[in-house]
C-alpha cells in the first residue's frame, strides 16, 4: 500500500502543468468565438477540437485527483489531516487573485456603464455562481468553475478526514462511486425539466463525477499502486487507445448531434474517464514521446499561470458586450484580445499570486 515510488518522492507531479496548459488554451479557443472579428469560417474546424466546457472537466479531474493526493500524504506523514491548514492553503491560493478580480469588476460598475445585481453580487461572494449563470453577466459567467471546486473543497476534505478516522478508509472508493452513478441521473433529470434549480446546467449536481474520477484515480494509486504501475507498463498502448476513444466518443457524437440518450448523461463521464486515464499514464510514464511537450518551459509556464489566464480572460472576450463598447479596441477583437489577457494573467501570478504561493509554502 502507498504511492508508487516514481511519485512519492517528487515536490511536483509530472505533465500536470501540461494538462493545464492544454485545458487553458482548449478554454481561450472555445472563448474566442465570442470575440468580434472571429471568422464564422473557422467553426466549421473549431467544432471538432474539445471545446472549454472539455478543458473545464480537465480542471476537475485534476483537481480531484491532486487534493485526494496531497490529503492522503499529509495524513500518511502526519497521521492526521489539518483542516485548518488545508483551508488556509486553498485560501492563499484562490482568494486574493480572485479578490483583485471581484474589485475591477466593481470598478467597471461604479464607473463605467456595466450593471450587475445584488443576486449576481451575493453569488460572485460566496462561490455559488454555477447556479445563477444565466442570470449573471457574461463577463463574470466563467466563474462558475471555481464555484464548483470551490464547494468541492469546502465538503471533500472534511468527509474524506472522517472516513479516515472511522478506519475504513477503502469505504472511501464506495463513497465516490455515488457522484459516478448519480451525476448522469442528474443530468437527464436537468434536461427533462430544463436544466432548473437545483438541476442547473453547472450545478455542482451534475458536474461532480469529474471531481470524483480524480478522487477515485488518487485512492486507487495509493492502495494498488504497484499493480497499477506494473498494469501500465506492460498495457500501455491498450490503455492510451482507451484514453482517446473514451474522449473522442462523447466529441463526435455531441458534434453530430445522435445518441442524445447516451450523451446526455455519460458525455461528461466518459470524458472525465479518458482525461484521468491520460493523467495516470502520463505520470508513471513522464518520458514517453506523447508526453514530452508537457515538460517543455513555454507549455509549463503557461499552466502554471492558468488559473489567472481563466480569471481574467473572460473581461477581454465579452468585455466590449458587457461594457457597452460600441467601437471596441483591439483588446476586445480576435484575436487581438489574447494578448492583453497573457499580459494581465503575467502580472496577477507575479504580483498576486506567487506572494501569496511562497506564503501558502511556508505555511505547509
Excluded at 468565438?33 to 477540437?49: C, D, E, F, Q
Excluded at 464547494?151 to 455515488?178: C, D, G, N
Excluded at 492502495?223 to 498494469?231: F, K, L, P, Q, R
Excluded at 455531441?254 to 482525461?275: K, N, W
Amino acid at each position: 500500500m502507498g504511492f508508487p515510488s516514481s511519485l512519492s518522492s517528487l515536490k511536483r507531479l509530472p505533465c500536470l502543468d501540461g494538462w493545464r496548459c492544454l485545458s487553458i488554451l482548449l478554454v481561450l479557443i472555445s472563448h474566442s468565438k465570442l470575440t468580434p472579428g472571429y471568422p464564422k469560417s473557422a467553426t466549421k474546424w473549431v467544432r471538432w477540437i474539445p471545446d472549454g466546457g472539455f478543458g473545464v472537466e480537465f480542471f476537475f479531474v485534476i483537481s480531484g485527483f491532486l487534493i485526494t493526493f496531497l490529503l492522503i500524504k499529509e495524513f500518511k506523514n502526519n497521521g492526521t489531516i489539518s483542516l485548518k491548514g488545508f483551508y488556509k492553503r486553498r485560501a492563499f491560493r484562490i482568494v486574493p487573485a480572485y479578490a483583485v478580480f471581484l474589485f475591477v469588476i466593481l470598478c467597471f460598475q461604479l464607473f463605467l456603464h456595466f450593471n450587475m445585481s445584488w443576486v449576481g453580487w451575493a453569488s460572485l461572494l460566496t462561490y455559488t455562481t454555477n447556479y445563477t449563470y444565466g442570470i449573471i453577466p457574461n463577463i463574470v459567467g466563467h466563474i462558475w468553475s471555481l464555484s464548483v471546486e470551490e464547494q468541492f473543497y469546502l465538503v471533500w476534505p472534511i468527509i474524506f478526514l472522517l472516513i479516515i478516522r472511522s478506519k475504513t478508509p477503502k469505504a472511501s472508493i464506495w463513497l465516490l462511486l455515488a457522484p459516478v452513478i448519480l451525476a448522469p441521473i442528474f443530468r437527464t433529470i436537468g434536461y427533462a425539466i430544463h436544466y432548473k434549480f437545483p438541476f442547473n446546467t453547472y450545478s455542482f449536481l451534475l458536474r461532480c463525477d469529474s471531481l470524483a474520477v480524480g478522487c477515485l484515480l488518487a485512492i486507487s494509486l495509493y492502495y494498488w499502486g504497484a499493480i497499477i504501475e506494473e498494469y501500465v507498463f506492460k498495457k500501455f498502448n491498450y490503455l492510451l487507445i482507451a484514453a482517446l476513444i473514451l474522449i473522442a466518443i462523447p466529441l463526435v457524437t455531441t458534434r453530430l448531434f445522435i445518441l442524445g440518450f447516451l450523451t446526455v448523461p455519460f458525455s461528461t463521464l466518459s470524458g472525465s474517464l479518458g482525461i484521468a486515464l491520460l493523467i495516470l499514464l502520463s505520470l508513471l510514464r513522464p518520458d514517453y514521446l506523447m508526453f514530452r511537450w508537457c515538460h517543455w518551459k513555454p507549455v509549463t509556464f503557461i499552466g502554471v499561470m492558468s488559473y489567472s489566464l481563466y480569471l481574467w480572460q473572460q473581461i477581454f472576450c465579452t468585455g466590449s458586450s458587457a461594457l457597452n463598447i460600441e467601437n471596441p479596441s483591439f483588446c476586445f477583437i480576435f484575436p487581438y484580445w489574447l494578448v492583453p489577457v497573457f499580459v494581465v494573467a503575467f502580472i496577477s501570478y507575479e504580483l498576486i499570486e506567487k506572494p501569496f504561493l511562497r506564503l501558502k509554502s511556508r505555511l505547509a
